[in-house]
């Protein structure tokens, strides 16, 4: 079956400094790729997301890369701040059905002041 | 305004007990899911729903029945509840099937 993997599984960064989560997954079929955001005890957010057609995606501090022939994509903080601490998913789409997403185990990032 | 809300917030309830929990949405979306979270933050699908026919229906046992009304409703009713069922359960919508996904605030299930 398909496989997604997230590292690290925890990422301590000193505030200002930038952080990078890496996902890699095993569909090569896959065409989507989201990132959420989990802060403790609230929901799941989305805050990027970018298209197999696209290799870079940016929204101010946030940036998404994906390298399709590798099969992985990771999510890019800077400037990284105290309400960047949380849990962050990658969730590429599976390529068959196109009904689901295959949800990574989640990186714990932390901000250190 | 709350764009995917659930009810309720927490529920503390004994096992072989049955329970629903009930999910809402105000953004015009065609798909709603129920996820389940479990103490070691793994996100689980469960079951979605587009346009109220059921699309994923996940490996969960039969003790759990989703029922979707219409478009903008999606409730979760669990028979005989197990200590194992414990977790938080995320209710969810979307305009297009699994893209941008936004998720209620969640149900704290607590099982005794």
């Known amino acids: 079956g398909e496989n997604v993997e997230q590292h690290p599984s925890t990422l301590s960064v000193q505030e200002g400094d930038s952080a990078v989560i890496k996902c890699t997954y095993s569909d090569s079929a896959s065409n989507y790729f989201p990132w959420y955001k989990q802060e403790l005890g609230k929901r799941p957010q989305l805050i990027i997301d970018?298209?197999?057609n696209v290799g870079e995606k940016k929204d101010q501090r946030i940036a998404v890369t994906l390298n399709k022939t590798a099969k992985h994509f990771s999510l890019h903080i800077t400037e990284t701040q105290p309400e960047d601490s949380a849990v962050y998913f990658c969730a590429p789409k599976k390529g068959d059905s196109n009904y689901q997403l295959i949800w990574g185990a989640g990186t714990k990032l932390i901000i250190k002041p | 305004d709350t764009a995917v809300s659930q009810t309720p917030k927490y529920l503390v309830t004994q096992m072989g007990n049955d329970k629903s929990i009930k999910c809402e949405q105000n953004?015009?979306?065609?798909?709603m899911y129920w996820y389940k979270q479990d103490s070691k933050k793994f996100l689980k699908i469960m079951f979605s729903?587009?346009?109220?026919?059921?699309?994923i229906n996940e490996t969960v046992p039969n003790r759990f029945s989703p029922k979707s009304p219409d478009k903008a409703h999606l409730n979760l009713h669990i028979n005989s509840l197990e200590l194992g069922d414990s977790a938080v359960y995320f209710c969810a919508s979307s305009l297009q099937v699994a893209e941008k996904l936004f998720f209620g605030s969640g149900t704290q299930l607590s099982v005794l």
């Open positions: 729903y587009n346009n109220k026919e059921l699309i």
């Open positions: 953004l015009g979306h065609d798909t």
């Open positions: 970018i298209r197999s």
